[in-house]
């Protein structure tokens, strides 16, 4: 059965969703860094905020950085 619907975002030719890519295994992990990275960062403002001890702010910091560099090395080795 064809359908002529205009406002289909779909075609005929398309296949079903069984063959397109999963979420893979990199999209987990850029997830879960940009999650680590606000939640480190948000960590230390509250730290900041509520005069915590200086293991703290510098624990935070040490997160905050390592997902940093992790996402940027990440984005530079896919660039290749």
């Known amino acids: 059965m064809t359908t002529t619907d205009p406002y289909r975002l779909t ?6 969703d069984e063959t397109r890519p999963g979420v893979q295994r990199a999209d987990i992990v850029r997830t879960a860094l940009w999650l680590v ?13 509520g005069a915590a001890s200086t293991q703290l702010h510098l ?3 040490v997160v905050t950085a390592l997902c940093v560099t992790a996402l940027v090395t990440r984005h ?3 660039r290749r």
């Open 11 to 16: 075609g005929d030719t398309e296949t079903p």
């Open 37 to 49: 990275l606000v939640i480190s960062t948000v960590g230390n403002m509250v730290a900041s905020y």
């Open 59 to 61: 624990a935070c910091g």
């Open 76 to 78: 530079l080795r896919g």
